[in-house]
T-cell receptor, first 114, second 112 residues
């Protein structure tokens, strides 16, 4: 595997379900991100982890719970979601030392909440 | 607050022609980078080009080039010799460490 991978690619869940999204980066980066992409809206940054510590949480509802067990893996735990949470969830990683700072994205998980 | 504005929700171009996508941004940071990302219909977001704000020279990557006007906070993307594979959503982004702010995107259609 190369780059940034995400599983599952598609997820349909009811409002009472609990599920988790997984992201894995194979680039040796030290920062990982969760974004929410809704139709006709800019990407919304949800969470940032740098060196496995959460450095930013953009006022995301508590029904979204991130976990970063190591620098290569990032999870987004979901529970009691609402239909308006249906969106494409993108994971990204970057190397935040030296130059660059560009973020590399995974293919996303298309989430539908019924 | 940092903002990125893409004023063109949709653009179209004929194959082999040139198109320019607009982007303006606002940031309080002195050290920042600017990026253009492409998101084809398959949804994988990929980096097209980046510009360090401290560099005056405009970045170029093959058929893609930028016009960076720092004083005007403008960062447009020019695509030369457009190809069918260039059809995608294009996102402009501004940021520094640990944070990128994205614009709403411009959908580019390429007509044969």
């Amino acid at each position: 595997e190369t780059g940034v991978t995400q599983t599952p690619r598609h997820l349909v869940m009811g409002m009472t379900n609990k599920k988790s999204l997984k992201c894995e980066q194979h680039l040796g980066h030290n920062a990982m991100y969760w974004y929410k992409q809704s139709a006709k809206k800019p990407l919304e940054l949800m969470f940032v982890y740098s060196l496995e510590e959460r450095v930013e949480n953009n006022s995301v509802p508590s029904r979204f719970s991130p976990e970063c067990p190591n620098s290569s893996h990032l999870f987004l735990h979901l529970h009691t979601l609402q239909p308006e949470d249906s969106a494409l969830y993108l994971c990204a990683s970057s190397q935040n030392s030296g130059g660059g700072r560009e973020q590399f994205f995974g293919p996303g998980t298309r989430l539908t909440v019924l | 607050a940092q903002t990125v504005t893409q004023s063109q929700p949709e653009m179209s171009v004929q194959e082999a022609e040139t198109v320019t996508l607009s982007c303006t941004y606002d940031t309080s940071e002195s050290d920042y980078y600017l990026f253009w990302y492409k998101q084809p219909p398959s949804r994988q977001m990929i980096l097209v080009i980046r510009q360090e704000a401290y560099k005056q020279q405009n970045a170029t990557e093959n058929r893609f080039s930028v016009n960076f006007q720092k004083a005007a906070k403008s960062f447009s993307l020019k695509i030369s010799d457009s190809q069918l594979g260039d059809a995608a959503m294009y996102f402009c982004a501004s940021g520094g460490y640990n944070k990128l702010i994205f614009g709403a995107g411009t959908r580019l259609a390429v007509h044969p």
